[in-house]
């Protein structure tokens, strides 16, 4: 079934606005962070409203419901990714946490100096640094899997990887550059084969595609509520129980613990051991909002919309001279459309565009190796959503074309 | 806002006047902006009266940090080094001729910190030189 994009498009009150008098939003930069529908406004609003208390012990009125709404908001995620259970849920404050989580936490109990970790060319910073942190501390080695001049990562090559035993192949589900959709399952089965575990970042996967967790037999997948729809500040990291329950915990604090003495602790079970400190409550709940809207609208329609956005974006984005794209064909990607415009650097593409009240993102994407790969060092993005529109892309063409006749 | 882009900034972008490397030269100093990959890199002859005689940059970047670094280049030829360092924020975008947001006057302000750093004789250029 395919998405009524005027009607989704007036659940986002931003999408109503000017930009500046007489020049409408045309939000092309979704894959930076998605806009948000009323539906998820208002949940937290109503939240903040109505059931305001702080979660877990408290035995009053409020807060024994703020508790009921944030567990909630757990299990409507774990169904969204098809998690067997809630408790594999960890809330944490976004990707980027997420992966950290893993890297302290697991990582640090469990790899010694000169263990492998396997990450590709293609990684968010996100999925670079707390690598490059560890190895650092510990001696721990990081090896990367090429992206082929295609924009795709080549499997091959991973193989040969595969073949030093690694402990950890850590990769990008979709990249945030090239809109590559990794083939997750196979890699997620070639590493278990060689003993290694798999994390996922998942940040533009989750949003975009379907993404079922127990088909995909992944140990740990990683990803940000404010890319789907939901707030900022509230993330998700889901693991294989077995882990998790395995792992110390990774920060200190209230809610955490089982008991506390003076000199020790008891951690608490799973999730709450990974959940120092009292949580983003209505982000929370928030996020269970933009779950139950991308539910609604079928994360295979999504996708759908999605395909044919890029696949009508990079048509017309081809036939653009001296626009070059960078990544694969439309049916390897999802909708992103990074791209360089010859003798014009993409700042200024970006500002320009944004006088037709086009918003678009210039730079290296927090991917600066892999520009440096493709030997740019920075390039213009356009990323589409459940509310964009093929008109929006005629608009982006025209922004471009504006662009060219200005630096002449 | 089409004022960003006016006539003579594009102009300069693309056939800029002092653009090249001095060799020899008396100071040199160049560095990044992060953000953007944004590179300048300035080079200056001075003669005994402590004038700058000639001036040239290169680099790779935005329009606005390129023209700026041009424009900059034309106006600093004949200043004293002391009056270099009186330069400010305020000079610079006067010599552009257009008003700018927080982002893009990091552009803009490159090449004046790294011309700045290069006359004060630093080993780094702070965001404070150009304040």
Partial sequence: MSLDIAHIRRDFPVLQREVRPGVPLVYLDSTATSQKPLAVIQAMDNFYRLSNANIHRGVHALAEEATALYEEARQKVARFINAPMSRQIIFTRNTTESINLVAYSWARANLQSGDLVILTEMEHHSNLVPWHVLAAERGVRLEFVPVTEAGLLDLEACKTLLSQSPKLVSFTHMSNVLGTITPAEEIIRLAHQAGALTLVDGAQSVPHLPVDVQALDVDFLAFSAHKMLGPTGIGVLYGKEKLLESMPPFLGGGDMIKEVKLRYFRPNDLPHKFEAGTPAIAEAVGLGAAVDYLTEAGMSAVRAHEQEIIAYALERLEEIPGLHLLGPSADKKGGVAAFTLDGVHPHDVAQILDMSGIAVRAGHHCAQPLHEKFGIPASTRASFYIYNTLQEVDKLVEGIYKVKKIFG | ?131
């Fill in chain 2, 1 to 131: 806002m089409d004022d960003l882009y006016r006539e003579i900034i594009i102009e300069r972008y693309k056939s800029p006047q002092f653009r090249g490397r001095l060799d020899p030269h008396d100071i040199q100093f160049e560095d990044d902006n992060p953000l953007c990959g944004d590179h300048i890199e300035v080079t200056l002859r001075v003669g005994e009266d402590k004038r700058v005689t000639e001036a040239a940059f290169t680099g790779k970047g935005c329009a606005i940090s390129q023209a700026s670094a041009d424009l900059l280049m034309e106006a600093v030829i004949g200043k004293t080094l002391d009056e270099i360092k009186q330069l400010n924020k305020d000079f610079l975008l006067d010599l552009l001729g257009i008003e700018l947001g927080p982002v893009r006057l990091k552009c803009a302000l490159l090449s004046l910190k790294v011309l700045k750093a290069g006359v004060y004789g630093l080993g780094e250029a702070s965001d404070d030189l150009v304040e």
